[in-house]
């Protein structure tokens, strides 16, 4: 009989830990036919400032081709994140949240493409289509940001990145959960 391969020692590793963690379902790579371990950690955020020090770390490891997912309910910070990963990526223009243009192409060190998700949910594939997002899904030469993945999950590939920011208690505080494929 032969040993367990180092993926497999890897991927039961990071189902373990998710499990440790309380997570009671799978993770959402695995819906993707993607089983790869995941690096996973949570953040502190008191502040936006800690909130851009995150982005411009995470900004530093990206890739041209990585597929970000940035989640979090309205107000979170998922702006602020957007705007210091394109700074850290050589963006120099003013980055908003693409809410109506739905996907933003900036010119930077790498190229970052932003997607707003929001209003995208319920439409079929035809006219996701159509608003750009089988373009947006394909570009390998840009990190591929996108805000409100929930809203299009299924129509996008595996993320490299996951980037959660939820409200922490009562407070400014948030929490940040990153997880990266390794």
């Excluded at 995941?38 to 041209?64: C, K």
């Amino acid at each position: 009989m032969s040993s367990p391969s180092f993926y497999s020692v890897h991927l039961a590793i990071a189902l373990f830990a998710e499990l440790r963690e309380g997570e009671d379902k799978l993770s959402p790579y695995m819906s993707h036919n993607r089983s790869l371990p995941t690096m996973n950690r949570t953040h502190q955020l008191p502040d936006e400032a800690a909130t851009r020090a995150l982005a411009a770390s995470i900004g530093t490891q990206v890739h041209a081709g990585d597929l970000v997912f940035l989640s979090g309910p309205l107000g979170a910070g998922k702006t602020t994140f957007a705007q210091e990963l394109a700074r850290s990526l050589g963006v120099s223009e003013p980055v908003s949240s693409p809410t109506f243009v739905l996907i933003c192409e900036y010119t930077g060190r790498v190229p970052l493409l932003h997607c707003d998700a929001y209003r995208l949910e319920g439409l079929d594939f035809e006219e996701l289509t159509d608003v750009g997002l089988e373009d947006f899904a394909s570009r390998s030469d840009a990190v591929r940001l996108v805000e409100w993945p929930e809203m299009v999950r299924a129509f996008l590939p595996p993320p490299t990145w996951t980037v959660r920011i939820e409200f922490a208690g009562e407070g400014k505080t948030r929490l940040a959960r990153v997880k990266k494929m390794v």
